[in-house]
């Protein structure tokens, strides 16, 4: 959530000449400066922070800039976590070693602003009463980070690699988190938040338990080593709408009606989740919502307009099926407040819709019985099927609320979760046989 901080006062330091924060994000935000880690206010402010531009910087200001790292490289994927590990260590001789920024696991080497602290300088920011967060900085309110945060670690008094936190899988090679950390001295204010739940609990022997500063903390399944999808922020149609609550809820632009699309598409298996349509801002209903093939660029084709994308379509008082720029009576009417499920089937080129739990038009995506047929992904234009939503209006908005497995529609839990036989997420209702949550372990399933 944009507003949500957790803080905590800090105690007398281990050593003020060294520390280690080790941090997962995954960002839904470009184009806003967001802080995401620090503390202050005697002596000065430690800030970590996106910049609006897209890239990291770091900085201990203390009547001036006393040490400030800005990245050239920007980032700006919203699709996918970042480990990030930040190393102090101004006792050390080299001044370039003395201020470590690591992604991924790589070094960070190249920078449009450096200025590296002087040798045995203590970080003012860490000083006993002052305040640390994670989600902000110190006491600071404004620009709160947006987006998810995990396994956060902090080392006071110690100076380590990211080894510790991350490692290379052997057959991927990518850089994966380490869920269980060994090695890692904490010191006096140090600790590990946000390993397994959302609790405010430390993981480290320390018990340096945080509270909520702001906001409402939420539980979330996508994690460093599960990726859910999301509306996709980086896709041209996805652009015209306005995205929260990470990504999951999506608002259409009332001047334009092209349609928005997930981060994950498939080409192969049987993948399920929901969509609540949850709001219009005046006018009658023009709800879509579906799956695509086609990567439009044309802000007045709606879903549905070619001949790869289907959609369940409420067209006023009106429910269809729309496909290839036509319209087919289908299904019962649904309105705000309504979950939709959907049901890909890749292997036998099948969709089915569901109101609330109930399959429409006798559909049956278990035993594989009345689904609406679909063009095999092999011989469509992209190659892969990705969740779909859009409203077919260009003077009024539309809200669309997204549970790819994560339990949650915008910030409002699921109220009793269905069955899953897959293990893989969590939704309001059962999910069909043989079907997974659409997310990086269920792509792998």
């Given at each position: 959530m944009a507003t949500t901080r957790l803080t905590r006062t800090l105690g007398t330091p281990t050593n003020r000449k060294k520390l280690t924060a080790s941090m997962w994000l995954k960002k839904s935000f470009n184009g806003t400066e967001k802080h995401f880690f620090g503390m202050g206010t005697s002596g000065g402010y430690l800030d970590f922070r996106f910049a609006n531009t897209g890239e990291l910087e770091l900085y201990h200001y203390n009547s001036g800039y006393q040490f400030r790292l800005t990245t050239t490289r920007k980032f700006r994927d919203t699709n996918a976590w970042y480990h990030l590990v930040f190393t102090i260590d101004t006792t050390l001789g080299t001044a370039d070693d003395r201020f470590k920024v690591y992604v991924n696991g790589v070094q960070e080497t190249v920078f449009t602003n450096r200025t590296n602290p002087s040798q045995d300088y203590e970080i003012g920011a860490n000083a006993s009463g002052n305040t640390i967060s994670v989600g902000n900085y110190g006491t600071n309110t404004n620009n709160s980070f947006d987006g998810i945060i995990s396994h956060v670690h902090f080392s006071d008094g110690y100076a380590y690699d990211p080894t510790p936190f991350g490692e290379t899988d052997s057959a991927?090679?990518?850089?994966?988190?380490?869920?269980?950390?060994?090695?890692?001295?904490?010191?006096?204010?140090?600790?590990?938040?946000?390993?397994?739940?959302?609790?405010?609990?430390?993981?480290?022997?320390?018990?340096?338990?945080?509270?909520?500063?702001?906001?409402?903390?939420?539980?979330?399944?996508?994690?460093?080593?599960?990726?859910?999808?999301?509306?996709?922020?980086?896709?041209?149609?996805?652009?015209?709408?306005?995205?929260?609550?990470?990504?999951?809820?999506?608002?259409?632009?009332?001047?334009?009606?092209?349609?928005?699309?997930?981060?994950?598409?498939?080409?192969?298996?049987?993948?399920?989740?929901?969509?609540?349509?949850?709001?219009?801002?005046?006018?009658?209903?023009?709800?879509?919502?579906?799956?695509?093939?086609?990567?439009?660029?044309?802000?007045?084709?709606?879903?549905?307009?070619?001949?790869?994308?289907w959609c369940w379509y409420i067209n006023n008082t009106t429910s269809t099926l729309r496909n290839?720029?036509?319209?087919?009576?289908?299904?019962?009417?649904?309105?705000?407040?309504?979950?939709?499920?959907?049901?890909?089937?890749?292997?036998?080129?099948?969709?089915?819709?569901?109101?609330?739990?109930?399959?429409?038009?006798?559909?049956?995506?278990?035993?594989?019985n009345n689904g609406i047929s679909i063009t095999a992904p092999s011989s469509t234009p992209l190659g892969f099927y990705f969740p779909a939503i859009c409203y077919y209006d260009s003077t009024h908005r539309g809200t669309f609320k997204a549970n790819f497995g994560n339990g949650y529609f915008g910030s409002t839990q699921i109220s009793s979760a269905g069955t899953n036989a897959s293990g893989n997420g969590i939704f309001e209702y059962d999910v069909p046989t043989g079907y997974t949550a659409l997310s990086t372990k269920g792509l792998n399933l």
């Open positions: 991927t090679g990518e850089w994966k988190i380490k869920t269980s950390v060994t090695g890692v001295t904490y010191g006096n204010n140090g600790f590990w938040w946000l390993k397994d739940t959302i609790a405010t609990t430390d993981h480290s022997s320390n018990s340096n338990n945080f509270t909520v500063g702001g906001g409402t903390l939420t539980k979330t399944e996508d994690c460093p080593s599960n990726v859910f999808a999301t509306w996709n922020k980086l896709d041209w149609g996805t652009t015209y709408f306005t995205l929260t609550n990470g990504s999951t809820t999506a608002q259409s632009n009332a001047s334009v009606f092209t349609y928005g699309v997930s981060t994950l598409g498939v080409n192969s298996g049987k993948f399920y989740w929901e969509v609540e349509y949850d709001a219009k801002n005046g006018g009658n209903r023009f709800p879509q919502i579906g799956i695509t093939s086609t990567q439009t660029t044309n802000t007045q084709y709606e879903l549905g307009h070619y001949a790869n994308d290839n720029n036509s319209d087919t009576s289908w299904g019962n009417y649904y309105q705000e407040g309504d979950i939709i499920g959907v049901a890909l089937d890749c292997t036998n080129n099948k969709l089915y819709f569901s109101k609330n739990g109930t399959w429409q038009e006798s559909g049956d995506p278990s035993a594989g």
